[in-house]
Structures are given as structure tokens and as C-alpha cells.
């Protein structure tokens, strides 16, 4: 059983920061990509930024320059340290991990329940 739990949500005014936290745990071998995606009300989802597991980063061209994505492979742990919000990135954020899993020993996709963020005055 693999399970991934997210932290660090909640409001914030235009122009201040979170920093999100997103913590696999279980029956993991080893993990791959993680990334983070969003979803407001009404919007498809969509991926905010990804880290391979030797660092390499990407970036939605919205959040450039504003968002950072890091990860602790030893925590199997992603973060995202997200500046100058604004009411734009108003979304529900999920984590996302691609990790093989010892239980049947196969490689899969997993989610995170999702943290909501809401950028307001």
C-alpha cells in the first residue's frame, strides 16, 4: 500500500507565499518522477511543475520564476515553494508520484487526496 499525503495548504493574500509538502509512504522500492499538478473550479487539470529523481526541473510557463520544486529522496518527500501568488493559482494542488511498489513489484502512478490553495484578499 502506497499512500501520499500533502501539506501546507490554505489562504493567503495576493502577493505571499506557501510552501506545499507531499510525503510517499509504504511499500515503496524506488521513485521516479514527482510533480505537482493543480485544479480550479471549472478547469481541467494541469501539471504545475515535475522534478526527476536526479533533480531535473519543469515548469508550467504560468508559474516560472514563482514556483520552485524540490524533492528529499531520502524522505521521499516533493515540496513546493510558491511566491508572489496571486488569485490566479486559487486551486486545489495534487502530488503526483510515478514509483515502483513492492507489494506486486510493479511501477504505477499514484495521487495525493490534493491540498486546497486559495489566493485572496
Known amino acids: 500500500q502506497v499512500q501520499l499525503v500533502e501539506s501546507g495548504g490554505g489562504l493567503v493574500q495576493p502577493g505571499g507565499s506557501l510552501r506545499l509538502s507531499c510525503a510517499a509512504s509504504?511499500?515503496?522500492?524506488?521513485?521516479?518522477?514527482m510533480g505537482w499538478y493543480r485544479q480550479a473550479p471549472g478547469k481541467q487539470r494541469e501539471r504545475v511543475a515535475a522534478?526527476?529523481?536526479?533533480?531535473?526541473?519543469t515548469y508550467a510557463d504560468s508559474v516560472k520564476g514563482r514556483f520552485t520544486i524540490s524533492r528529499d529522496n531520502a524522505k521521499n518527500t516533493v515540496y513546493l515553494q510558491m511566491n508572489s501568488l496571486n488569485p490566479e493559482d486559487t486551486a486545489v494542488y495534487y502530488c503526483?508520484?510515478?514509483?515502483?511498489?513492492?507489494?506486486?513489484?510493479?511501477?504505477?502512478?499514484?495521487w495525493g487526496q490534493g491540498t486546497q490553495v486559495t489566493v485572496s484578499s
Open positions: 503526483n508520484a510515478d514509483l515502483w511498489e513492492t507489494s506486486s513489484w510493479s511501477r504505477g502512478d499514484y
Open positions: 522534478i526527476t529523481d536526479g533533480g531535473t526541473t
Open positions: 509504504g511499500s515503496i522500492f524506488s521513485i521516479n518522477d
